[in-house]
Protein backbone atom coordinates (compact mmCIF):
# COMPACT_ATOMS: atom_id res chain seq x y z
CA UNK A 1 0.00 0.00 0.00
CA UNK A 2 1.48 3.75 -0.92
CA UNK A 3 -0.74 6.37 0.07
CA UNK A 4 -0.96 8.13 -3.42
CA UNK A 5 -2.01 11.94 -1.89
CA UNK A 6 -3.87 14.02 0.60
CA UNK A 7 -7.24 13.87 -0.38
CA UNK A 8 -8.81 16.34 2.65
CA UNK A 9 -8.34 17.63 5.60
CA UNK A 10 -11.72 17.03 7.94
CA UNK A 11 -12.22 20.13 10.27
CA UNK A 12 -14.81 19.59 13.30
CA UNK A 13 -16.97 23.21 13.37
CA UNK A 14 -19.87 24.10 15.33
CA UNK A 15 -21.60 25.77 13.08
CA UNK A 16 -20.93 25.35 9.23
CA UNK A 17 -22.76 28.63 8.03
CA UNK A 18 -20.64 30.58 10.06
CA UNK A 19 -17.61 29.14 9.72
CA UNK A 20 -17.67 28.87 5.94
CA UNK A 21 -17.57 32.63 5.62
CA UNK A 22 -13.99 32.71 6.88
CA UNK A 23 -12.73 30.35 4.08
CA UNK A 24 -14.73 31.45 1.27
CA UNK A 25 -15.11 35.05 2.08
CA UNK A 26 -11.56 35.37 3.47
CA UNK A 27 -9.50 32.40 1.79
CA UNK A 28 -11.09 33.07 -0.71
CA UNK A 29 -12.08 29.45 -1.77
CA UNK A 30 -15.06 28.31 -3.14
CA UNK A 31 -17.96 26.52 -2.21
CA UNK A 32 -17.48 22.84 -4.36
CA UNK A 33 -20.87 21.67 -2.41
CA UNK A 34 -22.24 20.12 0.71
CA UNK A 35 -23.79 16.47 1.69
CA UNK A 36 -25.56 14.98 4.19
CA UNK A 37 -24.12 12.24 5.67
CA UNK A 38 -26.80 10.70 8.03
CA UNK A 39 -25.38 7.34 9.29
CA UNK A 40 -22.07 9.66 10.59
CA UNK A 41 -24.48 12.56 11.37
CA UNK A 42 -22.54 15.02 10.12
CA UNK A 43 -23.20 17.58 7.28
CA UNK A 44 -20.36 18.35 5.20
CA UNK A 45 -19.37 21.28 3.01
CA UNK A 46 -16.23 20.63 0.49
CA UNK A 47 -13.69 23.24 -0.34
CA UNK A 48 -11.62 21.77 -3.30
CA UNK A 49 -8.35 23.09 -2.97
CA UNK A 50 -5.85 22.29 -5.90
CA UNK A 51 -5.84 18.64 -6.10
CA UNK A 52 -7.28 18.05 -2.68
CA UNK A 53 -9.78 19.34 -0.17
CA UNK A 54 -10.60 21.19 3.03
CA UNK A 55 -14.21 19.22 4.57
CA UNK A 56 -15.70 21.40 7.23
CA UNK A 57 -17.77 18.73 9.10
CA UNK A 58 -20.87 19.99 11.28
CA UNK A 59 -23.10 17.62 13.56
CA UNK A 60 -26.16 16.90 12.85
CA UNK A 61 -26.72 15.29 16.64
CA UNK A 62 -25.58 15.96 19.97
CA UNK A 63 -24.40 11.93 20.36
CA UNK A 64 -23.09 12.13 16.77
CA UNK A 65 -18.82 11.34 16.26
CA UNK A 66 -18.40 15.16 15.41
CA UNK A 67 -20.15 16.66 18.14
CA UNK A 68 -18.50 14.28 20.50
CA UNK A 69 -15.17 15.37 19.30
CA UNK A 70 -16.35 18.97 19.27
CA UNK A 71 -17.12 18.23 23.15
CA UNK A 72 -13.55 16.68 23.87
CA UNK A 73 -11.03 18.79 22.04
CA UNK A 74 -13.02 21.51 20.76
CA UNK A 75 -13.31 22.75 17.14
CA UNK A 76 -10.34 21.95 14.56
CA UNK A 77 -8.52 19.62 12.41
CA UNK A 78 -10.51 16.32 12.83
CA UNK A 79 -8.62 14.22 10.79
CA UNK A 80 -6.65 13.67 7.64
CA UNK A 81 -7.50 11.43 4.97
CA UNK A 82 -4.89 9.85 2.31
CA UNK A 83 -6.07 8.60 -0.82
CA UNK A 84 -5.42 5.12 -1.80
CA UNK A 85 -6.16 3.22 -5.05
CA UNK A 86 -7.40 -0.21 -3.09
CA UNK A 87 -9.13 0.38 0.28
CA UNK A 88 -9.69 -2.98 0.93
CA UNK A 89 -5.93 -4.04 0.39
CA UNK A 90 -4.87 -0.38 2.73
CA UNK A 91 -6.98 -1.89 5.53
CA UNK A 92 -5.14 -5.38 5.05
CA UNK A 93 -1.84 -4.04 5.03
CA UNK A 94 -1.99 -1.33 8.23
CA UNK A 95 -3.58 -4.80 10.11
CA UNK A 96 -0.73 -6.51 8.98
CA UNK A 97 1.25 -3.45 10.52
CA UNK A 98 0.00 -3.98 13.32
CA UNK A 99 -1.88 -1.27 13.27
CA UNK A 100 -5.80 -1.04 15.27
CA UNK A 101 -8.42 -0.13 12.56
CA UNK A 102 -11.73 1.68 13.91
CA UNK A 103 -13.24 -0.17 10.59
CA UNK A 104 -12.24 -3.44 9.51
CA UNK A 105 -14.26 -3.25 6.49
CA UNK A 106 -14.49 -0.25 4.15
CA UNK A 107 -18.17 2.33 4.58
CA UNK A 108 -19.28 4.69 2.42
CA UNK A 109 -18.34 8.46 3.54
CA UNK A 110 -18.70 11.46 1.85
CA UNK A 111 -18.43 12.11 -1.49
CA UNK A 112 -19.04 8.69 -2.23
CA UNK A 113 -15.52 7.81 -1.11
CA UNK A 114 -15.24 4.34 0.43
CA UNK A 115 -13.40 4.89 3.62
CA UNK A 116 -11.81 3.32 6.45
CA UNK A 117 -10.23 4.81 10.12
CA UNK A 118 -7.05 4.17 11.44
CA UNK A 119 -7.62 4.33 15.36
CA UNK A 120 -5.39 6.97 16.75
CA UNK A 121 -3.71 5.04 19.18
CA UNK A 122 -1.95 3.24 16.33
CA UNK A 123 -1.25 6.55 14.03
CA UNK A 124 0.41 9.27 16.95
CA UNK A 125 -3.15 10.62 18.05
CA UNK A 126 -3.76 11.76 14.29
CA UNK A 127 -6.92 10.39 12.96
CA UNK A 128 -6.41 8.86 9.78
CA UNK A 129 -8.85 8.01 6.92
CA UNK A 130 -8.12 6.21 4.04
CA UNK A 131 -10.13 7.24 1.54
CA UNK A 132 -10.48 5.46 -2.27
CA UNK A 133 -12.62 7.67 -4.53
CA UNK A 134 -13.23 6.42 -8.27
Same mark, same amino acid.
Given at each position: =????? %? $?????? %???? &?????? !? ?6 ? +??? #? ?6 ? %? ?6 ? *? &?? @? %?????? #?? /? &?????? !????? *?? *? ?7 ? &? ?7 ? =?? $??? =?? =?? $?? @? /? ?21 ? @? +???? $?
Amino acid at each position: =MKALK %V $DHIGIA %VKNL &DETLKF !YTEVLGLE +LGG #TELVEDQK %VKVAFLPL *G &DT @E %VELLES #TS /P &DGPIAK !YIEKN *GE *GIQHIAFKV &DNIEEAIKH =ME $DKG =MR =MI $DQ @E /PRYGAGGAKIAFVHPKSSHRVLV @E +LSER $D
